[in-house]
């Protein structure tokens, strides 16, 4: 009884993990052609296709319609249902947690800690679900537009407004299309938190990822000290020194001792869950770190692999102000301090609503021009077509402040009016 039910739990930890890393990781450019990456095409593309085609066959198409449009209930519209699912995972685990492994922990500093460490993810979870990641408006899309300058490359001034919500798109901005509204510095829609990660919230959301992986790191310590514990009392209550040293290894006791009590295979089970998650938190908040690091948000990070891929083609060129002077109305407009010396970096590309019109010094502009020789965009006024650019590393990413902790600041101190 006890063992079938544990291995279901351990065959359920198991697949669903490695569904979630193939879901979420798979497509990421360093799996593709490895069996992850196809693993992530089967997954992702041809067992729909296939499951499609055989309820055409069988019920015309009904059985689809109804869980596409309850799928895209919860994918489309904002709703709670992820958030339960979460709360609810964590709230069970952390339940049989205090009910079977807690009378063992008998040191006064975890039990001092584990209760305010087991609040955390809540508390985060509150603030990133009702904080305001950054709703533009029309009464401050203004401040927002001289907050984040246009970079000239992925966010350029003529971009049109935003369909939706009628408002120009400041730069680094984006609709969501699930909340219905523009986001600023906005990052992605978050499901598990219901809201946007936007300019406010980013740093709450970090705090919850990090919250999440602390539950898990000292809920798996916890779990395993509680387990080892009993194994020693099990198998050799003459002390310590009787063990062996590769105690670690001894599977039949272990499997022995995890099926000898109820409370060991709740123990064990949220040992495992907690050890298997893990790695996917550790992964996603890697991603994050790296993205703060690099000054991108998750879905600019998508512009600049398509940018790299327009440089490696060699159809990504640059515009500049058409008079001579081009060398010294650059440097005279440059940004002082920051500018790296001797470097003709685009920093001074900084460009405002108002002064752009009358003052275009100093301004380079990306224009993608195709092998027909159409371009992407229109060419501003005054300005000629100088170089190509000839790798990404000659195009610079205004938005990545330099420094070691001056793309954190961004992030966790947002200005304010
Ligand atoms: C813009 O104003 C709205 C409404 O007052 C507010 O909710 C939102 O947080 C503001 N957005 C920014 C980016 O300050
Ligand atoms: C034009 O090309 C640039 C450079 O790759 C790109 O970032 C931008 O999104 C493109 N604009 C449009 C309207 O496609
Ligand atoms: C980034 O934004 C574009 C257009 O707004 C969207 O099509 C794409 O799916 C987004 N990518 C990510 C990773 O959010
Ligand atoms: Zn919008
Ligand atoms: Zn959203």
Known sequence: MKLTALHYVVAFIVVFSTIVFIVLFGRLPA???????????????????????????????????????AGNYLVNEKNWAVTTFYITILTVALVFFFKDAWRYITNPIHRLLIPPLALQPYFYLYLCAFTD????????????????????????????????????KPARSKHCSVCKRCVARMDHHCAWINNCVGYYNYRYFLGFIVSNLIVLVYGSYLTFSVLYMEYMRQYFPEGYEKAPKYFWADYPKWIRLVHSQNWTAAVSSLFMIATLVCPLVVAFLAQHILFIHQGVTTNESEKWGEVEWIVNNGMLYIYEIGNAENETAES?????????????????????????????????????VYEDGEMNRSVPQGMIQTDKVPDLESVENIYDKGGVFRNWREVFFPKYT
């Open 31 to 69: 799996f593709k052609g490895t069996i992850v990456g196809k693993a992530h095409v089967l997954l992702w593309h041809k067992i729909p296709a296939r499951l499609i085609a055989i309820d055409k066959i069988v019920t015309g198409g009904r059985f689809c319609n109804a869980t596409s449009s």
């Open 133 to 168: 990641p950054g709703t533009i408006t029309q009464s401050n899309v203004s401040r927002m537009l001289d907050l984040f300058p246009y970079d000239d490359i992925i966010f350029y001034p003529d971009m049109p407004p935003c369909r939706t919500c009628h408002t120009p």
């Open 332 to 368: 005279a407009s440059g940004s002082g301090s920051e500018n790296e010396p001797g470097s003709a970096r685009p920093r001074s590309a900084v460009w405002s609503r108002d002064k752009a019109k009358t003052d275009n010094s100093g301004r380079r502009v990306y224009i993608h």
